[in-house]
């Protein structure tokens, strides 16, 4: 694979940069993301008590958008109540050296404002 460069492109062009912050850049998705990277399998109350302040209605909605977009899969268990739980695809899971970077780069943040 050839070297990868920033450049702007054509204005025709869908940046690729534009498209990964349209899927991973709204409000929670990251959090739900990093979750998902930390504990492998997790079910919709841990996000709740992990995630504080976000609505029931925003994660299913959040949660909807990443398995729309391949990066987290559902898996319904037939109980009652229902059982439910989310994990990474191979595209999901891909994410997790961008996410240490992001890691290491939020340390470096906040290292330099002491």
Sequence with gaps: MSEIKL????CSDECPIELAINII??????LI??????DKTVRFGDFLRSLKGISPKTLSLRLRELEKNNIVTRVVYPEVP???????????QALESIFLELKKWGMSIKSSDK
């Design 7 to 10: 450049n702007r492109g054509n």
């Design 25 to 30: 850049g709204s409000k929670w998705t990251s």
């Design 33 to 38: 993301i990093r979750d998902l990277l930390i």
């Design 82 to 92: 229902p059982h439910v739980e989310y994990s990474l695809t191979n595209k999901g």
